[in-house]
């Protein structure tokens, strides 16, 4: 009989210790993301000007200031020129000036992209471990661009919002964009009062709702590089409203509509 007890005892420990586990959440631990599940983390936002600019300034400081590898990084500033309208400004300040700093990096081609998440994997573990913190990452992880399976799965509950918020939001967002996208051709800052969306081209990277995972821009402000070479997604602050955004576009060249974001595979061992 008490080797009974003694059994029951230790499949109700055994139960309580299963109940008080929790699956891990890396997301304190590695920079800018959100879980989505197990293996799978999320930018919260698109890359912006500063991550690009600390980018330029690490890769001048290994390389130099002539080096191939620094030159070959520079956004592509001349996207912004366009013969419909004078855009000069953004041009010189877009990149560099601190209004911008937190504004999505735009006039990137999806192979500088692709580098970067590599360069941004190869920072994250070496700084984890100079502050003594690697142990808490997980065995593998790795900053990539997203499929386009990946990049669904946060449009998913995005897909089934109105551009407006309307009677079922909070009384003082009712009215207001939910998007940074156009709203009719040669309307990018929409009409006056509290319809307007307060972007003429892009907006800071954490602006409007997060999706339910608190990803935000997932659709509008910039559309964003997926894994497949040369291939985008998601619509931006120059897509009209009635545009299916989820479509995937191929471009060979860099855009001042198109930038990107990583997402973070993970696994408790190295493949």
Same mark, same amino acid.
């Given at each position: 009989?008490? /080797?009974?007890?003694?059994?029951?005892?230790?499949?109700?420990?055994?139960?309580?210790?299963?109940?008080?586990?929790?699956?891990?959440?890396?997301?304190?631990?590695?920079?800018? *993301?959100?879980?989505?599940?197990?293996?799978?983390?999320?930018?919260?936002?698109?890359?912006?000007? &500063?991550?690009?600019?600390?980018?330029?300034?690490?890769?001048?400081?290994? =390389?130099?200031?002539?080096?191939?590898? +620094?030159?070959?990084?520079?956004?592509?500033?001349? @996207?912004?020129?366009?013969?419909?309208? =004078?855009?000069?400004? =953004?041009?010189?300040?877009?990149?560099?000036?601190?209004?911008?700093?937190? +504004?999505?990096?735009?006039? %990137?081609?999806?192979?500088?992209?692709? $580098?970067?998440?590599?360069?941004?994997?190869?920072? *994250?573990?070496?700084?984890?471990? $100079?502050? #003594?913190? %690697?142990?808490?990452?997980?065995?593998?992880?790795?900053?990539?661009?997203?499929?386009?399976?990946?990049?669904?799965?946060?449009?998913?509950?995005?897909?089934?919002?109105?551009? &407006? %918020?309307?009677?079922?939001?909070?009384?003082? +967002?009712?009215?207001?964009?939910?998007?940074?996208?156009?709203?009719?051709?040669?309307?990018?800052?929409?009409?006056?009062?509290?319809?307007?969306?307060?972007?003429?081209?892009?907006?800071?990277?954490?602006? +409007?709702?997060?999706?339910?995972?608190?990803?935000?821009? %997932?659709? #509008?402000? @910039?559309?964003?590089? /997926? /894994?497949?070479?040369?291939? =985008?997604? #998601?619509?931006?602050?120059?897509?009209?409203?009635?545009?299916? @955004?989820?479509?995937?576009?191929?471009?060979?060249?860099?855009?001042?509509?198109?930038?990107?974001?990583?997402?973070?595979?993970?696994?408790? $061992?190295?493949?």
């Amino acid at each position: 009989m008490a /080797l009974f007890r003694n059994f029951i005892l230790f499949a109700f420990v055994a139960v309580l210790f299963s109940f008080s586990e929790k699956p891990a959440d890396y997301s304190k631990v590695l920079p800018g *993301v959100v879980k989505v599940n197990d293996y799978l983390y999320y930018d919260k936002t698109e890359a912006t000007n &500063l991550w690009w600019r600390e980018y330029l300034y690490w890769t001048k400081n290994e =390389y130099g200031a002539d080096s191939p590898q +620094y030159l070959s990084i520079f956004p592509d500033t001349n @996207v912004w020129r366009s013969s419909m309208s =004078y855009n000069e400004p =953004y041009v010189k300040y877009y990149l560099n000036h601190e209004a911008y700093k937190d +504004y999505p990096v735009v006039g %990137i081609t999806w192979k500088q992209a692709s $580098e970067f998440c590599a360069w941004r994997t190869e920072r *994250v573990r070496e700084n984890l471990t $100079e502050q #003594g913190k %690697i142990d808490r990452a997980p065995a593998y992880f790795t900053y990539r661009l997203p499929t386009y399976e990946e990049w669904m799965l946060m449009y998913d509950d995005v897909s089934k919002l109105t551009f &407006l %918020i309307g009677d079922e939001g909070k009384r003082k +967002y009712q009215g207001m964009a939910r998007f940074n996208m156009k709203r009719g051709q040669g309307d990018n800052m929409g009409v006056a009062g509290k319809l307007n969306d307060n972007a003429d081209v892009t907006a800071p990277a954490e602006s +409007y709702w997060p999706n339910q995972y608190g990803v935000y821009n %997932i659709k #509008g402000n @910039v559309s964003e590089w /997926l /894994l497949d070479k040369n291939t =985008y997604v #998601g619509g931006a602050w120059n897509t009209r409203i009635d545009e299916d @955004v989820t479509t995937k576009l191929k471009l060979t060249e860099a855009s001042a509509s198109v930038g990107f974001r990583c997402v973070c595979e993970v696994a408790e $061992e190295a493949p």
